[in-house]
């Protein structure tokens, strides 16, 4: 018998909780009062969704995380069951708290299964944009052949043949290298901070984008690193305060996008680039070039490692953004003296990478369609980057700019705006936001927002901004 009662969700107004927390709240606090008894049935997936007015997927996610929480059972072919477990066992059932918005929030909203359901501040490309019928295709691949060193510990440099593509792509963007300065990673993640540690002692200097990619800073404290942003501005990091700066603080290290910045979407000009190099060359430090939107990328973008040809650039990118975040392959090309040290640091801590990913991605670019793909998600992101522009500046918002490529867009309300409290307000009602506050290493307040072109596009973000800025026509002063 299914256990019904009155049961209701607020899907239209702000409230305390996203909505599935609402469910998952009311549910665990039926189960800990004794109203739903061990071994009484849910309510099926979708007759719970028509009676709060939700979609089916809101309710699944809020039963899986009950059924992880331990307090229901999901039994095949039946349905959810509240789980028989003593009542001493029971969990605490916690008061309902408001959303905080901060760099973790973001980070586990952003992969978290039961996360908002509109990612508009997201980092990644939907799956429809993935190469994923390449993926399948060489995993077939791979189960055919006889060879079984993809089970094996590979060579602590990375599978040889992909290196070896590696290299020919990086030679058809001018950057010359042999395979021994190429060395394959766990994504890009562990590159820059394989590139980092290469580097920096405890209480070294390192020279950041203000604002540049937020998951950079946690990496940065955890080794001892003093932070120092350097703003960025529209064609790259601002010269002066570039100079100024590593000059005062004596920095060992910039980090940076050259192309396609996460989470502004500009890329340098190629005076800006030959500057920043020549106040690496002045002021005696290097830079790790975080190229990880390289595919995605106009092909006659310049890179800093094109230009300086390793010597005092460390290039990192991956394949996450362009065939399949899930594979985790990325790569760094440094100086071959740069490089051994690289190795050291990789085997200390992981021995060697992922073998049968790396012989995936080796595939995939040895069968010739990669370049084709890169096209079509390029152009389809040019078509939705325009589309996100200007329903955004009729929403009542300023561009940073207008990017020649990529999936990020920076945007700011033209009326003064708390941009937490948007993100928080956001929030309650599913949608992602990414406040610009995130992406700077003091996480000092700023009226912009990071907004992906792909997720953003969407009636209800827009329905959103429609009641969170009534006065959107109102104009912003400047900062």
């Given at each position: 018998m299914v256990f019904s009662f009155p049961f209701h969700v607020d899907p239209a107004h702000p409230h305390p909780r996203p909505l599935v927390s609402q469910i998952v709240q009311t549910l665990a606090e039926r189960i800990g009062d004794g109203s739903l008894a061990p071994g009484s049935r849910l309510p099926s997936v979708r007759r719970l969704a028509a009676q709060c007015g939700v979609s089916t997927l809101t309710v699944s996610n809020a039963y899986n995380?009950?059924?992880?929480?331990?307090?229901?059972?999901?039994?095949?072919?039946?349905?959810?069951?509240?789980?028989?477990?003593?009542?001493?066992q029971a969990r605490d059932v916690p008061a309902p708290v408001a959303t905080s918005v901060d760099s973790l929030w973001l980070l586990q909203r952003a992969y978290e299964e039961n996360s908002p359901l509109l990612k508009a501040g997201g980092g990644w490309l939907p799956e429809d944009y993935l190469f994923t019928d390449a993926i399948r295709h060489a995993l077939a691949?791979?189960?055919?052949?006889?060879?079984?060193?993809?089970?094996?510990y590979g060579n602590p440099y990375g599978h040889p043949g992909l290196r070896q593509s590696i290299r020919l792509l990086l030679a058809q963007q001018q950057i010359a290298c042999g395979d021994s300065s190429i060395i394959l990673t766990h994504g890009a993640s562990q590159a820059l901070e394989l590139a980092i540690r290469c580097v920096i002692r405890p209480g070294d200097t390192v020279l950041v984008d203000d604002p540049g990619y937020s998951n950079l800073y946690p990496t940065l404290q955890s080794l001892g690193a003093r932070i120092v942003g350097v703003p960025r501005l529209q064609d790259g990091p601002c010269l002066e305060h570039l100079d100024r700066l590593a000059r005062h603080h004596a920095a060992r290290l910039f980090v940076?996008?050259?192309?396609?910045?996460n989470p502004t979407g500009t890329s340098y000009s190629a005076p800006v680039a030959h500057q920043a190099l020549m106040l690496a060359e002045r002021h005696d430090f290097l830079i790790v070039e975080d190229d990880i939107f390289a595919g995605l990328a106009p092909e006659d973008t310049v890179t800093l490692a094109r230009l300086d040809q390793l010597r005092r650039v460390i290039h990192v990118s991956s394949f996450s953004k362009t065939i399949s975040p899930g594979?985790?392959?990325?790569?760094?090309?440094?100086?071959?003296?740069l490089a051994q040290h690289v190795l050291r640091l990789k085997m200390a801590g992981s021995l060697t990478s992922s073998g049968l990913g790396e012989s995936i991605v080796h595939t995939i670019l040895t069968e010739g369609r990669y370049r084709l793909h890169l096209a079509r998600v390029r152009d389809r992101l040019a078509t939705a980057r325009k589309s996100l522009c200007d329903a955004l500046d009729a929403a009542g918002l300023d561009l940073f700019c207008r990017p020649e490529g990529g999936m990020f867009v920076w945007a700011a309300p033209r009326r003064p705006t708390d941009m937490r409290a948007l993100a928080e307000r956001a929030a309650t009602q599913?949608?992602?936001?990414?406040?610009?506050?995130?992406?700077?290493?003091?996480?000092?307040?700023?009226p912009w927002m990071r907004l992906n072109v792909i997720h953003a596009n969407d009636p209800r973000l827009f329905r959103f901004l429609r009641e969170a800025m009534p006065d959107r026509d109102a104009a912003r002063p400047p900062a």
């Open positions: 995380r009950l059924v992880a929480d331990g307090a229901l059972e999901a039994r095949p072919a039946r349905g959810y069951f509240v789980a028989a477990r003593p009542r001493h691949v791979q189960a055919r052949r006889p060879d079984p060193a993809i089970m094996r940076t996008n050259t192309r396609l910045h594979l985790r392959v990325g790569f760094l090309a440094c100086r071959p003296d599913d949608i992602m936001l990414a406040p610009g506050c995130l992406f700077r290493p003091d996480q000092a307040e700023t």
